[in-house]
């Protein structure tokens, strides 16, 4: 199955909007960790416990400016009682997720919330003794995945270093201006690229990248590579337009409506369920996809806990054979591993919740 076999009787979210629970405390447990981007990556855990505390939905919060997890003082003793999913998810409108402080980028209210739908999603599945893939009425398959690299000044080392301990492993890069013809040579001849991310969409991070004709030729020049986020510019759209079948969108999709309006049909969308912040407008998009022909494959955002697992179980429901960008932790890892796991992963028990095993 997958998402071109999606148009059921009943609507994804319809599936789970019904399910029942009952929270009786809320827990929090921070994250952090070294990445291989070189920066410190802090998460939020959210623990949501029925009664007797043995059972527990887990989320993560992956908002990415440490001191939004800092300022989270909170444990959001108003969300407990008993709800069913739909009725939690619109109670959750009305909930301000950052008490203490604003947050210090505006798409961090969707990561938060998100790391809190899913963990009373998760409670709620397992109180119903049942899991995703059952609800889904989708068999767990096994998961493609590709590792995610950042090359400083194109240097390719980390690539070959992968490949050497995996050759079949493919690659998602952030390609940058200053990467000399070099590198793309050497790319080109890996055969292993496939995807290139141009963040033409991201503001204010440290890993913008400027629209920038000459790389975008540069870029479409790898045989075979999906484009994630390309600006259209003047300069750009008639590259963009002619490749159209490469055309992959991420930071700009937050639900169907803004789908809908990006400035080129696309091909691809890489689905990050953190930016969708609800879990239904998540599901919805997904069906979007499967009506709209759109082909999808799963996205990372350096999660540290059960955030990966869950991203990597949705690809295993939903897109198992595309290039999803869900690798095992241990690929963040600044250091190259000298045993990481191979593509693609077994695939998943997920015999209650959204639990992997």
């Known amino acids: 199955m997958g998402l071109a076999a999606l148009s059921l009787p009943m609507s994804l979210y319809d599936r789970v909007a019904d399910l029942p629970f009952y929270v009786t405390t809320i827990e929090r447990e921070r994250n952090a960790r070294e990445t291989s981007s070189g920066f410190e990556r802090v998460t939020t855990t959210f623990v949501f416990r029925g009664p007797g505390g043995n059972t527990a939905g ?17 444990d959001f003793d108003e969300l ?14 009305d909930v301000d997720l950052f008490p203490s402080k ?11 919330r998100w790391g809190i739908e899913s963990a009373a999603l998760d409670l709620a599945l397992k109180q119903s003794v049942t899991s995703l893939s059952e609800v889904f009425g989708v068999d767990p398959a096994p998961v493609t995945f590709v590792a ?4 400083p000044e194109g240097d390719t080392e980390r690539v070959h270093r992968l490949r050497e301990r995996r050759p079949e492993l493919g690659f998602k890069l952030d390609p940058e201006s ?12 890996t055969g292993a690229v496939r995807i290139l991310d141009l963040k033409g969409y991201y503001e204010g991070t440290d890993v913008d990248q400027a629209p920038d004709p000459d790389l975008y030729e540069r870029v479409f020049d790898v045989p075979g590579a ?36 990006l400035p080129v049909e696309p091909a691809w969308l890489n689905v990050k369920p953190s930016r969708f912040g609800s879990v239904e407008s998540l599901l919805d998009t997904l069906e979007w996809a499967a009506d709209n022909g759109v082909d ?45 796991p191979a593509s693609p992963l077994d695939a998943p028990a997920n015999s ?3 639990e992997w095993e």
């Open 58 to 74: 887990r989320g993560e919060d992956v908002t990415y400016d440490a001191v939004d997890h800092d300022a989270l003082d909170t």
């Open 148 to 151: 995610s690299a950042r090359l």
């Open 102 to 112: 604003p947050p210090e980028r505006a798409d961090s209210r969707h990561y938060r």
């Open 80 to 93: 407990t009682g008993r709800w069913t999913f739909a009725e939690f998810a619109a109670h959750l409108d």
């Open 226 to 261: 999906i484009v994630e986020d390309p600006a259209l510019t003047p300069e750009t759209r008639p590259l963009v337009a002619a490749n159209a079948e490469r055309v992959s969108f991420d930071a700009p999709v937050t639900g169907v409506e803004s789908a809908e309006s």
């Open 296 to 340: 999808c494959y799963g996205g990372g955002q350096f999660e540290l806990d059960v955030g990966r697992t869950h991203v990597q179980l949705l690809a295993s429901l939903l897109y198992p054979n595309a290039p999803n960008d869900v690798a095992p932790r241990v690929y963040n890892d600044p250091d190259v591993p000298a045993d990481p």
């Open 178 to 189: 200053d990467w000399p013809a070099e590198t793309f040579a050497d790319l080109r001849e």
């Open 352 to 354: 209650r919740g959204l």
